[in-house]
Structures are given as C-alpha cells and as structure tokens.
C-alpha cells in the first residue's frame, strides 16, 4: 500500500542548529512530493513541492528538501534553524500515474526550538 | 485573497448523534478535499470532489459518513451517527485545479464524541 513515514515524531532543537527531517515513501514510480508545515494557531501550509527536474527544492523560509530516488527520500533541511520554526511538518506524497491520484500524508514531526 | 472558510470551529455531540461540518473553499478553485486528523497523525483523505463530482471517496466510511458540494462551491460533511472513534480535527482544503496544485486548508473543526 501507498504510504509515508516520517521517523522523527518530536525533535527538539536550539536556535542556530542545523535540522535534517526525515521522510520515505513506499515504493518507486512516479512521484509527487510535498511538505507542509503548521505553525502554532495557524492552518496548515505549502512549505514546496517537487514534481520533477533538479532534485534539490529549495521553499519559503530557507527551507530546502532533496528528492533521492534511490533512497525513496524527501527529506527536509535547514541550515540554520530559527524560534520562529517551531511548527508541525507534514510530508506527503501523490503518485500521479496511480489509480488512486490523491495525496497521502505522513504522521507529522513537531519541531521544538529553544530560544 | 479570502481563506477557506469552516463553520463551526469546535463541536462536542454524544455518540450516536449527528454532526454537519460546512465548508467554503475559495473562489475559482475547482478541487475541494475533506480530510479527518485524528490526533498524532497527518491528514486523511475522506473525499475529494471536483467541481460537484466525486474524484475519490475511497476512505470514506459510507455507512455513516456522507459529503456533497452544492454547485461547485460550497461543501458539506456529515456523520451520522457519530461514534468515539470520530473524534478528530476535521480538515477541509481546495485547490485551483487538482492534487499537484498547492492545497489551501481552512482552520478545521473539532469534533469530540463522547
């Protein structure tokens, strides 16, 4: 079955630290990639996406995420992380030359940042 | 630009009982989506509409749960009858035209059975 897994469920982390987030999904084929984010009080948001081309995708915020077939990974980086991040991160996947054309979610990573 | 919009934000009911979620994507956009957080997890899709037509509906649970989009526009989810394991944010989004478009969520209600 078509899934995402994301491992880190809670990070915590200090201003300044630099932050790798993981994200898998299931199986090869075409892929559509995305993460989200949700800020505290706020509605869940488009951080980028990656459809196809260079594989490293950089977002708002000076986020970045690298697209790495062979590993079937997406994940998430920031050099250098800020107080203001402190947020839930949702990745998802949609594979567009599936039956089942919809978006799946992963389970979410809430990032804390010390100030 | 105007948000998506969900009435009500919160909703406490007893098992058993019916619930009706509304939902207002916004203008333009053609895809609207439903989605069921249950807490300590991501957003599952329950159903997908297109325009007024059902794109998927797949992970819907069909013998209580229905939705329509009147027109095109507005949308609504109902339970009937809810059950504990329904509690959960219930999320709707839209996008412009489809899944690899960016989806906009509104700020969801919360639904607590007890």
């Known amino acids: 079955a078509q899934s995402v897994s994301q491992h880190n469920h809670h990070v915590i982390l200090s201003e300044a630290a630099s932050l790798e987030l993981g994200c898998n999904y299931s199986?090869?084929?075409?892929?559509?990639l995305f993460w989200y984010v949700q800020y505290p009080g706020q509605h869940l948001q488009l951080l980028l996406k990656?459809?196809?081309?260079?594989?490293l995708v950089k977002g708002i915020k000076g986020f970045e995420a690298e697209f790495i077939k062979s590993k079937f990974s997406f994940n998430l980086r920031k050099p250098s992380v800020q107080w203001s991040d402190t947020a839930e991160y949702f990745c998802?996947?949609?594979?567009?030359?599936?039956?089942?054309?919809?978006?799946?979610f992963g389970k979410g990573t809430r990032l804390h940042i010390l100030p | 630009e105007a948000g998506v919009a969900q009435s009500p934000r919160y909703k406490i009911i007893e098992k058993r009982q019916s619930v009706a979620f509304w939902c207002n994507p916004i203008?333009?956009?053609?895809?609207l989506y439903w989605y069921q957080q249950i807490l300590g997890q991501g957003p599952k899709l329950l159903i997908q509409?297109?325009?007024?037509?059902?794109?998927?509906d797949s992970q819907l649970p069909k013998d209580r749960f229905s939705a329509e989009r009147l027109k095109g526009v507005d949308s609504t989810l109902k339970i009937q009858p809810a059950k504990l394991e329904d509690s959960a944010v219930y999320l709707c989004?839209?996008?412009?035209?489809?899944?690899?478009?960016?989806?906009?969520f509104g700020p969801g209600t919360r639904l607590t059975v007890t």
């Open positions: 990656y459809f196809s081309g260079d594989p």
């Open positions: 998802a996947v949609n594979y567009p030359r599936e039956r089942d054309d919809k978006i799946i």
């Open positions: 989004a839209s996008s412009l035209m489809g899944v690899r478009d960016e989806q906009y």
């Open positions: 509409f297109q325009n007024n037509g059902v794109v998927d």
């Open positions: 199986y090869g084929g075409t892929v559509n």
């Open positions: 203008s333009g956009h053609a895809t």
